[in-house]
């Protein structure tokens, strides 16, 4: 279909006057949005956006069916921004706009100087441009230096001179982000870090479409969906945000981090860079589950400050960088299977250290060892996951008689295999994993590793720096062997309370 490039022609096309005049952007989002909830079914709302679907989609559903401006709450990685340049999906495909408009004026309501000029010499021949959804999508992240001048606009006197116009005439403005944003999203990352006199620009241009720039008044009614983004914290802060702006955000949405370690696995395999031109990835459950268990496990962390919280990215560029590790070994030993292991996992704390803010604490101890740890406790967990209750006494004891073996992350598996058959009872085990003799050996390597490291994790075994396995420095007492990792951590105190 080709689009109508006059007024004339936008008239007698399905944009017509009636349709357009008054249709602001929030009542487009809101009727194509009423129209994806008739027709979809039960697909979702906004595709990619995983573990939502009962909190906080909902949520922004209504928000949006009320026409409000609304603010995304929630610590780092929990998708906010994703979120917001969703809503993208909302906008019609083509919006018609007088040609040549900074602000994109609407054709039939055209609220600044120069189109309504344009439009009482030219009429019905004025000029129509389209503009797609990405185009009508404006970001900002709140930062104190943000100027009037950045989010309104500023007196331009070159434009004046060049003009004739006077200083203050509306003509003579140079507009900011915010007018640029006109009839579309505007979203503002960290709302908090806005200054107050900025915040009280902001509001007056969404309460009256009036704002004073450089003392000048000028009255700009703009049409735009204000969106925002912060962390809880900072947003309630008493005197954070100025009352009349907060009053004027009809909807605050909590937004949370995966509620279990198998949404938080869909999420990491959606985002995590995994397919790769290459070797074949074959990607064990428990390598899955110890990467995302580690986010789960600092999230609960006393040494991890709570109110930045762990961000999903964590196990995403743990995840990558995993798999670059075994592809790494893959590609020295001239193997044909990436089967990442436990040994992998370590080896990615560059991608996981920068990624915990650590309190005094954790400091004291340095990033490396806390990530060290949280490693360590997600391995115990999901060892749990699979063994408890197994009979791995055979293994320990071929350590507590002497033996010893080294499994560095770049032996080749075929090697590695035969050095861990040497340990009575271990290949056996690996059944609870999917895994048998007649697998590939690196995965497994990659299993009996595995089993290793959960013993150590539970040290049952003791393991040195240069990956040397072998029993434990003193062999624990039997009462606390029994004791399992899991019911160290708060979960199981905070239940023990209800009993
Ligand atoms: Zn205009």
Redesign the pocket.
């Known amino acids: 279909m080709s689009l109508p490039l006059t007024l004339a022609a936008l008239r007698r096309s399905p944009f017509s006057e009636e349709r357009l005049r008054s249709r602001r952007v929030k009542d487009e989002m809101r009727e194509n949005l009423s129209a994806r909830l008739r027709t979809n079914g039960d697909a979702p709302i906004f595709p990619g956006i995983v573990g939502y679907e009962d909190t906080v989609v909902p949520q922004i559903i209504n928000a949006i069916l009320s026409r409000h401006n609304f603010i995304l709450l929630g610590l780092r990685g929990q998708a906010k921004s994703r979120i917001l340049r969703a809503l993208t999906t909302l906008l019609d495909p083509q919006m018609p706009y007088?040609a040549g408009?900074?602000?994109h004026?609407n054709p039939y309501a055209?609220?600044?100087r120069?189109?309504r000029d344009e439009l009482a010499r030219l009429g019905d021949d004025a000029r129509i441009a389209y503009l797609a959804p990405e185009d009508r999508y404006v970001e900002k992240l709140a930062t104190p230096d943000v100027t009037i001048a950045d989010l309104i606009g500023d007196i331009d006197p070159i434009k004046a001179a060049r003009g004739g116009h006077e200083l203050g005439s509306e003509l003579t403005v140079h507009y900011g982000l915010l007018p640029r944003a006109n009839r579309g999203i505007f979203a503002i990352n960290e709302l908090p870090d806005l200054a107050g006199k900025i915040q009280v620009g902001l509001f007056n241009i969404m309460q009256e479409g009036d704002v004073q720039i450089k003392g000048y008044p000028i009255r700009l009614p703009l049409d735009v969906a204000l969106v925002f983004s912060a962390n809880p914290e900072d947003y309630t802060a008493r005197g954070k945000i100025i009352t009349p702006l907060k009053d004027r955000v009809g909807s605050e949405i909590r937004t949370h981090y995966p509620s279990t370690v198998e949404e938080g696995i869909a999420i990491t395999a959606q985002e995590a860079w995994t397919r790769r031109n290459g070797q074949h990835l074959h990607l064990p459950n428990y390598v899955q589950e110890v990467i995302e268990r580690i986010a789960f496990v600092a999230r609960e962390d006393k040494k991890i400050d709570k109110r930045s919280g762990v961000s999903q990215r964590l196990p995403i560029s743990a995840m990558e960088n995993v798999v670059s590790n075994a592809e790494r070994r893959a590609i020295r030993n001239n193997e044909k299977l990436v089967v990442p292991r436990i040994s992998d996992i370590y080896a990615a704390l560059p991608a996981i250290t920068g990624k915990l803010e650590l309190e005094y604490e954790g400091e004291m101890k340095g990033a490396d060892f806390v990530g060290r740890e949280l490693i360590r406790a997600a391995i115990a967990k999901t060892y749990d996951e699979y063994f408890t209750g197994a009979n791995v006494q055979q293994i320990v004891q071929w350590f507590d008689l002497g033996g010893e073996i080294q499994l560095a992350d770049s032996v080749p598996a075929v090697e590695a295999l035969e050095n861990l058959k040497e340990i009575q009872g271990l290949i056996d085990k690996l059944g609870p994993l999917g895994v048998s003799q007649k697998e590939s050996p690196e995965q497994q390597v990659s299993a009996a590793e595995f089993i290793l490291e959960g013993l150590h994790a539970h040290k049952r075994i003791g393991r040195s720096e240069e990956r040397v396995f072998k029993a434990g420095d003193k062999a624990p007492a039997p009462r606390e062997r029994e004791k399992s990792f899991e019911k160290e951590e708060p979960p199981y105190r905070q239940r023990r309370q209800f009993n």
């Open positions: 007088l408009c900074e602000i004026d055209p609220i600044c120069r189109c």
